[in-house]
């Protein structure tokens, strides 16, 4: 562990790379405090600018614009009422009164030191469980890898336990697409539409770029459209004031048993920052003396948000870097520049190439530091940001996704997909189905199909012989249960509807 910490900060201390974080902290800061930007879609926006540099850099690059961008979306929660991320959507309850009452100063005062506390917390406790996961990882063979794949395609529809069928079928219509293409054994084209177009020649970035960016943008801009709200302006100019140490020693318990439980949600693939803070705060209801008086404006709420939400993020980078699972839209989209940049993710990628848990430690740790200052500066042009109409920000916004796009190949090819695949995901999402299903399905499944058949082949081409590995039919059975538990509590609660509405 210590030689994983020692190389992070090394790398932290390279001026250039020091560098390269700090642009990555002032984007996210920026990208998330932009009403309608989620964390995906700041992460996306950031792709074209790592284009360059080497791959451990670039994910830590990436890395440290999805930290700031979750810090990012308290600061409009608080000044605003309206979460820039949806993750901070329960910062809201606490923040905002905070602000009407005290000053909206108090209020981002606590949010930034518990963003930058959970932050933190989140980033040494991903160095240890990395490390003894990757280490059981290394001992599994591909049978196993392939169940721990069904695994994180399954634990999404158990979690989107209101819409399970569409958010399941997400996930298959994914592992459909990537089976297109050619085959990557035996060569031969798969769902083929002619004989020079395959989906594998399709790049991933572009297609993530349309589903994350472009997809929210017009789902954003009809929003808007509907609601017909102009931007809010501040009757006065803040400043963040920071809490004193008593203020904060009152929170302390607060803080780690938020952090914690960010962390823990964060490893569930496809939970994510904000299943992290709405159960976070509903916990700390639960815990409080005085449970009545949260949700209006007591510091508890506000850290119990905030350092939930921000250490997801580092909880979501642990089943990326030990098992090759992305644990959110973000990790995904990280996982696919390391895969574009030829880099082989997986359990033996910590033990081959270390450096990669150093750079996204370093970053997360760097970025929880100097984010709280970066925050604390600009909070006031964020009074000019808000006022921008989204008819404005929306096309600045498609502008930069499909310049990142293009920037891949310079293709405007890649630029038609980004469209197709914005519209697709548009669509998709309007008709109620899941577009992080899907790309998850997408990303784990060519991987999980690897596994399987080389675990096929090895096991004497015998299918009964892989799925009766112990290790194997115990995830499997268990990933089986949760499905059928899920299905089961789904039509329980449709049932209990229509009772009451028959009523």
Known sequence: MFSILYTGFHMILTPSVFLLITAGTVLGVIFGAM????????????????????????????????????????ITAILYRVPGTPSSAPTILDGYPMAQREGAGKALGFSLIASSAGGMIGALAMVLICLQLSAVARRLGYAELFAIGVLGLCLLPCLDRGNIVKTMISVLLGLLLACMGMDPFLKTPRFAWSESVFFSEIEMIPVMIGLFVAAEVLKQTEKQRKSGKAGKSMEKRTKTVFPGAEELWETRLTMLRSSLVGLAVGILPGAGATIASFLSYAIEKRM??????MGTGLPAGIVASEAANNAATAGSMVPLLSFGIPGGNAAAIMMTILLVKGVQVGPTLLEVRPEYLSSVFSAMFLTNIVMVIVAAVMVRGFEKLFQMPYSVLGPVILVL???????????MRDVLLMAGAGIFGYLFIRL????????????LGQESEKNLRLAYVL??????SVFSKPVTAVILAGSAGMLAYSFWKGAAAKKAKEDVLTK
Do not use: K, W
Not at 45 to 73: D, K, N
Not at 401 to 411: E, I, M, R, T
């Open 35 to 74: 009403p309608g930007v989620s964390a995906s879609m700041a992460v996306a926006l950031a792709l074209p600018f790592a284009y360059g540099m080497a791959p451990e850099t670039a994910v830590g690059f990436l890395a440290a614009v999805y930290s700031a961008s979750i810090t990012g979306g308290g």
């Open 288 to 293: 409080s003396r005085h449970p009545e008086q």
């Open 401 to 411: 996704a499909a310049a990142g796009a293009y920037g891949l190949n310079q293709s």
């Open 432 to 443: 109620g189905y899941n577009s992080a299903a899907l790309v998850l399905g997408l990303v």
């Open 459 to 464: 096991n004497g081409q015998s299918l009964a």
